[in-house]
Nanobody, 124 residues
Framework: QVRLVESGGGLVQAGGSLNLSCLGP???????MGWFRQAPGKEREVVAL????????HYADSVQGRFTISRDNTKNMVYLQMNDLKPEDTAVYYC??????????????????WGQGTQVTVSS
């Protein structure tokens, strides 16, 4: 089964920064990719999405202006630069990918390839 591989999580103080990385599946039918997160006791939520070309991005209101998603298709990598982190950003962060055959990059329910997750903890 195809899986994604995340890295870069850790413990940081409020106001600090982290950069998450995700090695993509390398499948030609995969286009959009994104980052999602799940905090304890809460449902998983979308954080940021990016089209295959990188020209299109979408952010959750809660991270707009603080987080930046990017990708390097030559390396099959997707990144999430997180600045000005807040305690409420504490969660397990998951990288996900969506087939090019269905929906658009905003179709969050169609992201079907997932990584194992990486823990991000922000202390106050």
């Amino acid at each position: 089964q195809v899986r994604l591989v995340e890295s870069g999580g850790g413990l940081v103080q409020a106001g600090g920064s982290l950069n998450l990385s995700c090695l993509g599946p390398g499948a030609p039918t995969v286009n959009a990719m994104g980052w999602f997160r799940q905090a304890p006791g809460k449902e998983r939520e979308v954080v940021a999405l990016i089209t295959h070309s990188g020209a299109g991005t979408h952010y959750a209101d809660s991270v707009q202006g603080r987080f930046t998603i990017s990708r390097d298709n030559t390396k099959n990598m997707v990144y999430l630069q997180m600045n000005d982190l807040k305690p409420e950003d504490t969660a397990v962060y998951y990288c996900a990918a969506k087939s090019a055959l269905v929906g658009t990059y905003l179709s969050t329910n169609l992201y079907s390839i997932w990584g194992q997750g990486t823990q991000v903890t922000v202390s106050s």
